[in-house]
């Protein structure tokens, strides 16, 4: 049941001191929800009937492609609207979310029946280990390595180094460490959406991943997709997706092309107004929450000229990457949990555990309630005074 007395929700008793079981605010997750509004909003214009005939081959019947030509020319149209990516020249692969053209890159960049596999930097390889990559650490962390061979005397093998920019968690827009010609190089873009980030310029980076998850906020319906300049690698990312699935689901494709032509509604000012304005007044609130708190932390950027807005931006990142600043307060994950936060433990993303990972782009209801389990918390800091 409800509280009865002025405790906050979350807590009952004489001193509200009694924390209630399942009182959780769970900022876990990456879920895009906090695009919901501008859908429902939008609800006729981005709805999609398909009728029982439509789109059962394979391909599709008037081009035999595999990808729609529409909506592959509304991918390029949106890169270039947004001038987040140079696509002009560039070979565009599309599969089920970022997570399959992830592993669709590793495959593709890494060498065929190689003695040695190709070895892998960042976060995300963890789930990449296999016969052709072995995951090998995060380079970020390593101090001023800008060449292998501080880290290695293995100069025959491949490498593969992960740059997610922006950063997750933090937000931060990253360059790749590693160098040399033995180094092969992914750019996970899917956070380099007005939402989130400043857009700085068009990246051209050799191999480019997106996803639907991030600029709409439709994760469930897994559709991403890689710009690609090499040929070569563009091939064989396309077998790799072909071996796997034959083809991305013709529905989905039906729905990201009706999804994406609302979204360049206006030059896209409708959508990334909607998204900007949204992340930004979330992290004003928790920046002016933590603000009083000396117990906790949170990541410091800086706004930033955006290209795409003509203006300078402040912060609007997707997470907050908090630190627990207390040398009492080691594990920050079990500190928030106590408190009826869950966020996802440093741990995850090879830091330590005085920091945590709390989502900011979950439902508005997901927010407010986060923002007030962590008023509740940061207010205890002057009870015990
Ligand atoms: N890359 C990054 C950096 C992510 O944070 C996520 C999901 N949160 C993904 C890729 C996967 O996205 P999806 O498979 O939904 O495209």
Redesign the pocket.
Known sequence: GKPMCECNSCYVGADCSHFLDGCIADADS?DPLFLEPFWMKNAASSAVVVAGWHRMSYSFRDSHTRTSNELENHIRLLHAVIGNAVTEGRYIVIGV???QL?SAAVHALSPNGSASPAKLYKA?TKYFNSEDSKWQGDTSLWENSTSLSKNTTDTSATFVEFV?SPN?PDGKLMKAVLDGSSVKTIY?H??YWPHFTAIEAPADENVMIF?L?KVTGH?GS?F?WAVVKDKDVYERIAQYINLNILVATHDTQLRALKLLSVALKGGGKELFGFGYKAMRHRWKKLSRSLSKSSRFSLQNLEPMYCTYFEEVTGPSPAYAWLKCEREEDKDCHEVLKSAGIIGREGSVFGAESRYVRLSLLKGQDDFDWLLERIDALVSQEYGSR
Request: glycine share 18%.
């Open positions: 990456g979310g970022s997570t992830l995300q997610t997750n996970d899917a956070y996803t998850s994760a897994r991403g």
